[in-house]
């Protein structure tokens, strides 16, 4: 088996259970764009607000702008958080097309590859949890 394919089992065999409601929420995800020194911080801020519930709720390609804003930034706009961009490329591969696109295998290991084994296994959690809320229709 692949180590992507073997990440994918044990975010959903080995992490610890814990509950759908550690899901965070948009403005948890922002960086103070007064500090950020880019004028186009408030901007992105405001463009990927409407993609937070469509991401909650299974959006494939609002899933992936939010990996990709919260491991790079976008602007300054996001905490850059590099577990919580690779959980959410696992949750991309987990609930996406099947198979899973090159793309998606790429940057699930750009993102989840560089992290030590807590930081993976945090993000595997992480990914979990959000899978669950998605599948729940909590948010």
Do not use: H
């Amino acid at each position: 088996m692949r180590p992507f394919q073997i990440s994918l089992v044990l975010a959903f065999l080995a992490a610890p259970a814990f509950a759908a409601d550690g899901v965070p929420e948009y403005a948890d995800l922002l960086a103070n764009c007064a500090t950020a020194n880019n004028a186009a911080c408030p901007g992105q801020q405001t463009a990927l607000a409407p993609q937070w519930p469509k991401a909650l709720a299974g959006d494939i390609p609002s899933l992936r702008n939010f990996a990709f804003c919260i491991g790079d930034g976008c602007y300054g706009a996001f905490k850059v958080d590099p577990v919580r961009a690779c959980a959410l490329r696992i949750v991309v591969a987990a609930i996406g097309e099947r198979p899973v696109p090159a793309d998606d295998r790429d940057n699930f290991e750009k993102a989840c590859n560089m992290l030590g084994e807590g930081d993976q296994q945090s993000a595997k959690v992480q990914a979990r949890d959000l899978v669950r809320a998605i599948r729940r229709g909590l948010r």
